[in-house]
T-cell receptor
Framework: GALVYQYPRRTICKSGTSMRMECQAV??????VAWYRQSPQKTFELIAL?????????EQNFTQEKFPISHPNLSFSSMTVLNAYLEDRGLYLC??????????FGEGSKLTVL | GEQVEQLPSILRVQEGSSASINCTYE??????FPWYKQEPGENPKLIID?????ERKQTQGLIVLLDKKAKRFSLHITDTQPGDSAMYFC??????????FGAGTKLSVKP
């Protein structure tokens, strides 16, 4: 079956430092990887959609300078939260897709900023 | 626009009764509508989805309806059990773009 592994599960970082999270697709080719953030008590905000061999599409309010993403092959993607501050805390989720629209989510990376 | 509206935000039902969650979307090009269940501390899990070539889909006590004219879709949980208590999110996507999520519904099923 299709599985998505995401790590680390939790990170506590100091304000102004950075956090990198990784997403590994197993059992299928992750043509597209979408990164979301779920802030406390909120829904899932789309950060960006990365499709192999295409430019990464960032949503309004999210930039490559703040959330650089790498998607070098059909099984791996990573995203970094640079210079994290309190408003960046939340659960970050990667969702990998075979390009059918159906996303398989990783377990999430919970970011706490002190 | 890409907004997905979801109501209600909180839903409390008695065990054995049914629960309904409604969503509307703006983008008429949307063609894929997944529903996710998220338990506390867990990632969201896909429970059922429907594509725009269907109006109704049913699986294991879940029914989803899609009204493309009204840009509305809904999830109906029949014979609810305490284990159905969770956050539920609807989402809509167009042409293999990343799904946009609704705000979520907190379902509580009382024994």
């Amino acid at each position: 079956g299709a599985l998505v592994y995401q790590y680390p599960r939790r990170t506590i970082c100091k304000s102004g430092t950075s956090m990198r999270m990784e997403c590994q697709a197993v059992g299928f080719q992750a043509t597209s990887v979408a990164w979301y953030r779920q802030s406390p008590q909120k829904t899932f905000e789309l950060i960006a959609l990365s499709t192999v061999n295409s430019a990464i599409k960032y949503e309004q309010n999210f930039t490559q300078e703040k959330f650089p993403i790498s998607h070098p092959n059909l099984s791996f993607s990573s995203m970094t939260v640079l210079n994290a501050y309190l408003e960046d805390r939340g659960l970050y989720l990667c969702g990998a897709s075979r390009n059918t629209g159906q996303l398989y989510f990783g377990e999430g990376s919970k970011l706490t900023v002190l | 626009g890409e907004q997905v509206e979801q109501l209600p935000s909180i839903l409390r039902v008695q065990e054995g009764s049914s629960a309904s969650i409604n969503c509307t979307y703006e983008n008429s090009a949307s063609n894929y509508f997944p529903w996710y269940k998220q338990e506390p501390g867990e990632n969201p899990k896909l429970i059922i989805d429907i594509r725009s070539n269907m109006e109704r889909k049913q699986t294991q006590g879940l029914i989803v309806l899609l009204d493309k004219k009204a840009k509305r879709f809904s999830l109906h949980i029949t014979d609810t059990q305490p284990g159905d208590s969770a956050m539920y999110f609807c989402a809509a996507s167009a042409n293999n773009n990343a799904p946009r999520f609704g705000a979520g519904t907190k379902l509580s099923v009382k024994p």
